[in-house]
Nanobody, 114 residues
């Protein structure tokens, strides 16, 4: 499984951005899809995830200002974050799990300037 992400960059605080990720491979049967963030000097933590039936999980820090969605037929996942804060800065990684195996995309840098 290969994960290709689009989006990221430099955004001003209070603004918004949208990240998208597509999974490619044969016989895809993806369970969870989502995004993780790694801030400088910190571990990689969950931002949001979504399961095939639509149930979602969000980190407390982004609840109420983030929306994750997916298209099961296209094997894509998108994350929109509003009211961005400088502490949202980090490298965002697309994640997918299938048959108990975790797959990661290349990280994309998101920087929120104050």
């Amino acid at each position: 499984v290969q994960l290709q992400a689009l989006g990221g960059g430099l955004v001003q605080a209070g603004g918004f951005w949208r990240l998208s990720c597509a999974a490619y491979g044969s016989s895809l049967n993806i369970n969870a899809m989502g995004w993780y963030r790694q801030a400088p000097g910190k571990q990689r933590d969950l931002v949001a995830s979504i399961f095939p039936a639509g149930s979602t999980n969000y980190a407390d820090s982004v609840k109420g200002r983030s929306t994750i969605s997916r298209d099961n037929a296209k094997n894509t996942v998108s994350l929109q974050m509003d009211n961005l804060k400088p502490e949202d800065t980090g490298v965002f990684y697309c994640h997918a799990s299938m048959w108990g195996v975790n797959y990661w995309g290349k990280g994309t840098q998101v920087t929120v300037s104050s």
